[in-house]
């Protein structure tokens, strides 16, 4: 079998267990494919500078992945305590890449780099740990309007200008307001969660508009596709362009993770069914992977 050629060019790609790396120029044909040892789990993904970077957990260590072409892949392990710390989230931002470490009973602390090779110190997000509920773990992140947003179990929202300043975290946060996912649009930030959740706000810290919908509609994935928020959940998509007037759209077989891009939404179901949409409301599935997803996401590899 022929050697696949390196990708250049805007791709979605898909990781998860095992290691699994792989890549589509359409969102229906999945090709280069990569795995490594069992129990590699690779959780999230994101694309800068023309470089796929994914990272996750090894039992106690903390992996990352990063490659420019879909075919030759670096790696590196975070310098950890084992199996105390997690890596919670890998995303771009800047010209850097950057990761949130989480250790139980400490604050959340951020670890960058602009290579993939050499990270840099970390740096605590909060001063006072105490304004979060203990263990509230970060899960999402979006950067709009000068602010960077994170948002993590029981509530927790956190927002800052940028990764190298002091966060600020909503006070009295309440679990029930725990946000799933979060995305930026149309100069607004969307939380999506349980029972069709949604709220929204400007500056990560004052949210309005709360609103939920139907028992069990748990919005997953909140994406901006450009025009609108789309927010795919068990049973109902819901759409809006602000975040205040939402049209609700049964749904079946929509995916627990998905992304958007080439004017097409991409999405996995559990055991590695990869589900394909051009409105984020009917979903066909088009590839069967042979390993879980954990996340999915769309970006640019190689030379624009």
Known sequence: ???EQPLNGPVFVATGESGMRVFSQDGKLWTHLQTDREGVLLKYVCFQKG??????????????????DAVNWNTSKLVSKPYAERLELLFATGDQVCGIISTDGAPPEAICTKDG???TARKALLDDRRVMVRDAHLRRVAEGNGRLVFTGDYGARL???????KFQA?????????LIDIAFGNGVFVGSGLHALRMRSKDGLEWTDRVVGEEGEHINTMIFDGKQFVGIG?????????????ERSPNKDAPTVATFGKGVYVGALWPGKVMHSTDGIKWEKVHELPHNVLTIASGHLGSK
């Open 234 to 246: 068990q049973g109902a998509t819901y759409r809006s362009p602000d975040g205040q007037k939402w």
């Open 51 to 68: 470089r796929c970077f994914a990272g996750g957990q090894y039992g106690g260590e903390l992996v990352t992945y990063n490659s420019a």
């Open 1 to 3: 079998m022929a050697a």
């Open 159 to 165: 927002s800052a200008k940028t990764i190298d300043d």
């Open 117 to 119: 090779k050499t990270w």
């Open 170 to 178: 909503v006070p009295k946060a309440s679990a029930k307001d725990t």
